[in-house]
């Protein structure tokens, strides 16, 4: 399949077209973009810096992706994005190049949703098969797990870490780590409850949403500290991957200042 450029679209000779790749009126492909087979840019898109885009991704009108992180200490080093395959861009998402402050590399996985205004900041690393609803906000050094989704109007704080499987409720604030596989929401969030809806969805056991279960109310109805909730887990039968994950995010959070696990290094990363 042939490349399909729109007359008033502006595309550097230097930048990396795969096979089927369309691009819609007035948008700008930078010199050190490197686009896969099958995407779509629809019109007004502007792709810079040095940006990697997978296989059959579709980019909506006014996205930005690649300019420059909103970072005061940024001195135009040529850092990345590297985006994979099957993901949707709507109206207006911006995701930016990431600072040298971690390993120079803003991260998007694999088939995922983002709605029209989402930001995804400077240093991210965002998993798969996630969505973001409208104005969905992440800051700088963000990781995001696997399946989560994130409602309209959220704010993810800097080093914060949203935990697989979660599901975070619209206009909420996240100052701290999200536990996998719960429902939070607040200003500032607070787990709620077991994403059990989410869990079945994904083909977890009854068995993993029963230990999941009891760990959160021990963690979070009865708060009995997290030592003792894992002792009371794990005393009572095989210890399920999902109950150790589940632990050991709870662990680095704790480790973490300000509930955020990765706050460990936010002074190098300052």
Same mark, same amino acid.
Not at 122 to 144: Q, T, Y
Not at 203 to 216: H, K, M, N, P, R
């Given at each position: 399949? &042939?490349? #399909?450029?729109?007359?008033?679209?502006?595309?550097?000779?230097?930048?990396?077209?795969?096979? @089927?790749?369309?691009?819609?009126?007035?948008?700008?492909?930078?010199?050190?973009?490197?686009?896969?087979?099958? +995407?779509?840019?629809?019109?007004?898109?502007?792709?810079?810096?040095?940006?990697?885009?997978?296989?059959?991704?579709?980019?909506?009108?006014?996205?930005?992706? @690649?300019?420059?992180?909103?970072?005061?200490?940024?001195?135009?080093?040529?850092? *990345?994005?590297?985006?994979?395959?099957?993901?949707?861009?709507?109206?207006?998402?911006?995701?930016?190049?990431?600072?040298?402050?971690?390993?120079?590399? +803003?991260?998007?996985?694999?088939?995922?949703?983002?709605?029209?205004? +989402?930001?995804?900041?400077?240093?991210c690393?965002?998993?798969?098969?996630?969505?973001?609803?409208?104005n969905?906000?992440?800051?700088?050094?963000?990781?995001?797990?696997?399946?989560?989704?994130?409602?309209g109007?959220?704010?993810?704080?800097?080093?914060?870490? #949203?935990?697989?499987?979660?599901?975070?409720?619209?206009?909420?604030?996240?100052?701290?780590?999200?536990?996998?596989?719960?429902?939070?929401d607040?200003?500032?969030?607070?787990?709620?409850?077991?994403?059990?809806?989410?869990?079945?969805?994904?083909?977890?056991?009854?068995?993993?949403?029963?230990?999941?279960?009891?760990?959160? *109310?021990?963690?979070?109805?009865?708060?009995?500290?997290?030592?003792?909730?894992?002792?009371? #887990?794990?005393?009572?039968?095989?210890?399920r991957?999902?109950?150790k994950?589940?632990?050991?995010? #709870?662990?680095? &959070?704790?480790?973490?200042?300000?509930?955020?696990?990765?706050?460990?290094?936010? *002074? *190098?990363?300052?």
């Amino acid at each position: 399949m &042939s490349v #399909v450029i729109a007359q008033t679209a502006v595309v550097d000779p230097r930048a990396q077209l795969g096979n @089927g790749v369309r691009i819609g009126h007035f948008s700008v492909i930078g010199p050190h973009a490197k686009i896969g087979d099958g +995407t779509l840019i629809e019109e007004h898109v502007v792709i810079t810096g040095h940006s990697t885009i997978g296989e059959d991704n579709h980019i909506f009108q006014g996205t930005v992706i @690649g300019a420059h992180p909103q970072d005061t200490s940024y001195k135009d080093a040529p850092t *990345k994005v590297v985006i994979g395959d099957n993901n949707v861009f709507r109206e207006h998402c911006t995701v930016n190049r990431a600072t040298e402050k971690e390993d120079g590399l +803003t991260e998007i996985g694999h088939d995922n949703y983002f709605m029209a205004g +989402t930001h995804v900041a400077h240093d991210c690393k965002v998993g798969d098969r996630i969505v973001i609803a409208n104005n969905g906000m992440l800051g700088g050094h963000v990781r995001v797990g696997n399946d989560v989704t994130i409602a309209g109007g959220v704010g993810v704080s800097h080093f914060a870490s #949203v935990g697989q499987l979660s599901f975070v409720s619209a206009m909420s604030r996240v100052l701290h780590d999200v536990p996998p596989y719960t429902i939070v929401d607040g200003q500032p969030t607070k787990p709620r409850a077991v994403n059990t809806i989410g869990l079945k969805r994904h083909g977890y056991t009854s068995e993993d949403i029963a230990v999941l279960t009891q760990a959160f *109310k021990l963690l979070y109805r009865a708060r009995v500290g997290v030592d003792k909730a894992r002792e009371i #887990v794990y005393s009572q039968g095989p210890i399920r991957p999902v109950i150790k994950h589940l632990f050991d995010c #709870v662990d680095r &959070s704790c480790n973490g200042r300000h509930g955020r696990g990765q706050d460990q290094r936010s *002074k *190098k990363a300052a």
